[in-house]
């Protein structure tokens, strides 16, 4: 844990570096210590983006170990956010939930909880542990883990992964191929400007 000590060392916790981040006003400055943002992410197996937007300083009960945070996330107040917590943007090309959750204030998101898309959860809301959630939760509600449910689909589903790299491409094979299907393209195009 050489970069959590570090961290420690020279700004008190790993929320006082990601606020430094935000705050930098030198690029420079702002560059290395996003480089030792990332080190610390993944020397603890997390991805909580530097750019990800929190309205105050989340509790994180067993560190940020296993966490990931899209940066396109937005947070409130008092988050409570266990291990194993997934609160990610949906790229899917063709997917109704693409973008990124919107959480409200005072949640508590159990061990292994799943937030993807473009969803808002409400305030005082409690998320159970291995829970996903996909729909849209009012405020002061209790989020479940259920049981599996299947939908078996007759077409062959696009389950690539979609990035923004200076052009569209997609991951395969262990690289990045840019995207040349013009129909997906369209798509991709047109769920960004209305993200």
């Not at 159990?110 to 473009?118: E, L, M």
């Amino acid at each position: 844990m050489l970069f959590k000590a570090l961290v420690t060392l020279l700004f008190g916790s790993e929320w006082k570096l990601k606020q430094r981040i935000v705050a930098a006003r030198h690029p420079r400055a702002r560059q290395v210590m996003v480089k030792l943002w990332g080190a610390l992410q993944y020397e603890c197996g997390s991805s909580v983006a530097w750019n990800a937007s929190f309205a105050g300083e989340p509790c994180f009960p067993h560190g940020i170990k296993s966490i990931f945070i899209s940066g396109a996330a937005t947070i409130g107040r008092n988050a409570v956010i266990f291990q194993q917590v997934t609160i990610g943007s949906n790229t899917l090309a063709g997917s109704k939930g693409f973008g990124a959750p919107e959480i409200g204030d005072n949640c508590y998101i159990g061990a292994g909880a799943k937030i993807v898309g473009k969803v808002r959860v409400g305030d005082n809301v409690r998320i159970g542990a291995n829970a996903v959630v996909y729909k849209d939760v009012p405020d002061n509600s209790v989020v479940l883990s259920g049981e599996q449910r299947t939908v078996a689909g007759r077409e062959q589903m696009d389950n690539r992964f979609y990035s923004f790299r200076g052009q569209w491409c997609y991951f395969d094979e262990g690289s990045w191929r840019p995207v040349s299907d013009p129909a997906v393209l369209a798509h991709l195009a047109g769920v960004s400007a209305g993200a």
